[in-house]
């Protein structure tokens, strides 16, 4: 709505305020639609939707295909012409270097305490970089895997995740590096509590502090584990011998309410597949794998069922932005569909459930789906509605 509109609105509520506080009863169905509008205009009106249409707006203006959200005033676009990643910021201006040039980039993530990391198109090969603010970039330092998740590589508690000469190590935002040694085959970005999880190359597993507290032990005197996730949400599954079990940062066990015992994930209803991995905990839910099947767990150890009853799927991502994807097998294809945390599906305004060709997990309120095989993929958010960047959606947005 713009000025006008919402005005106009208001008045009309304030002049029906009797059909919302006290309805006659051959007023009820007036109530009811008035109350239905009040809805309609009140998840309109959200700043969930303001900020879809700013950024559609913006990409209208700049010739832009893609606008995300913004962290420290710049958000990752992508330019329609070249498909080139820029930074804008929400007055039109592009990210620029110190020759006053437009930085364009391969790939960028966002901004995070004022560094981001971005793929630069000049390298040979391209190698992933640590852009400042300023424009230029951090000591020269690049890391030299090609990692195709740049988030994993963004500033957490003043640290990144770097590599260098084929081993991992850690960037501080001052342009320092830390060696963790030789011991360890993979690392991860310090997480809840400042832990970062580490696979040793005897293949076990611990959590280092970055902030001086050394190895994590449990509450039993374990700082190895045969398996781990990161910490996420304040929960990491760790696995003991043929277990899995759910640890805070302190490093105290999960405990069920109803009699304090220590919740343990093994068989359970899965029966006879093992639970073979669980990952890290996204919007209260671990996703977990068991045999040729995919389930969410809770650390109290209740497991996710979607609306119709079922535990068990073919295949799911994690949860996103409230909402997971579950593959369905049909026929000889594949369709995905997108479920939120209480296990309903995502449908659309007729009440049709919404399937797809191909999505993507919701990221900074949108998803990229593919409505039919073959169709273009298109950004679609989590009401369900198709968001056409640079052109013109407000009435899909009103709708």
């Not at 009140?42 to 962290?71: H, M, P, T, W």
């Not at 998740?149 to 830390?178: P, Q």
């Not at 068991?290 to 295949?315: C, H, I, N």
């Amino acid at each position: 709505m713009n000025c006008q509109e919402l005005t106009t609105f208001l008045q009309k509520v304030l002049d029906n305020r009797g059909l919302i506080f006290e309805p006659k009863d051959e007023e009820l169905e007036e109530a009811f639609a008035l109350k239905e509008e009040i809805e309609r205009a009140a998840e309109d009106e959200s700043l969930y939707n303001q900020n879809i249409r700013s950024r559609v707006k913006l990409s209208q203006e700049l010739n832009l295909s893609y606008v995300g959200d913004f962290y420290d005033d710049w958000a990752v676009a992508i330019r329609k012409e070249s498909k080139r990643t820029v930074f804008v910021d929400k007055y039109g201006n592009f990210f620029k270097g110190p020759d006053d040039e437009v930085l364009e980039f391969e790939e960028a993530d966002r901004f995070s305490g004022g560094i981001a990391a971005v793929l630069v198109i000049s390298d040979d090969p391209a190698k992933i970089r640590f852009l400042k603010k300023d424009g230029t970039f951090l000591n020269g330092f690049y890391c030299q895997s090609q990692d195709s998740d740049l988030s994993r590589h963004r500033f957490s508690l003043g640290f990144a995740l770097g590599s260098e000469d084929n081993k991992s190590i850690y960037v501080k935002s001052d342009g320092t590096t830390i060696d963790i040694g030789g011991n360890y085959e993979t690392a991860n970005p310090p997480s809840d509590g400042a832990w970062a999880l580490m696979k040793e190359r005897t293949g076990l597993y611990e959590f280092h502090s970055f902030l001086g507290k050394g190895r994590l032990m449990t509450e039993f005197g374990n700082d190895t584990f045969d398996d781990a996730a990161q910490f996420s949400e304040g929960f990491a599954p760790i696995k003991i011998n043929d277990d899995w079990i759910f640890i805070n940062t302190e490093g105290k066990f999960c405990r069920r309410k109803e009699d304090n015992t220590i919740v343990q994930i093994h068989r359970s209803f899965w029966n006879p597949q093992r639970i073979a991995k669980i990952e890290s905990r996204h919007n209260g839910w671990f996703r977990f794998t068991a045999g040729a099947l995919y389930g969410f767990v809770k650390e109290d150890g209740s497991f996710f069922q979607d609306e119709a009853g079922s535990r068990r799927f073919v295949w799911t991502s994690n949860f996103s932005e409230g909402f997971a994807i579950i593959r369905f097998n049909v026929g000889d294809h594949a369709i995905f569909r997108y479920i939120d945390i209480a296990g309903k599906y995502l449908r659309d305004e007729d009440g049709k459930m919404l399937e797809f060709t191909h999505a993507q997990n919701f990221n900074e309120g949108l998803a990229l789906v593919q409505q039919t095989a073959g169709a273009e993929a298109v950004w679609m958010d989590r009401q369900g509605r198709i968001i056409e960047f640079g052109k013109n959606i407000s009435d899909k947005l009103n709708a």
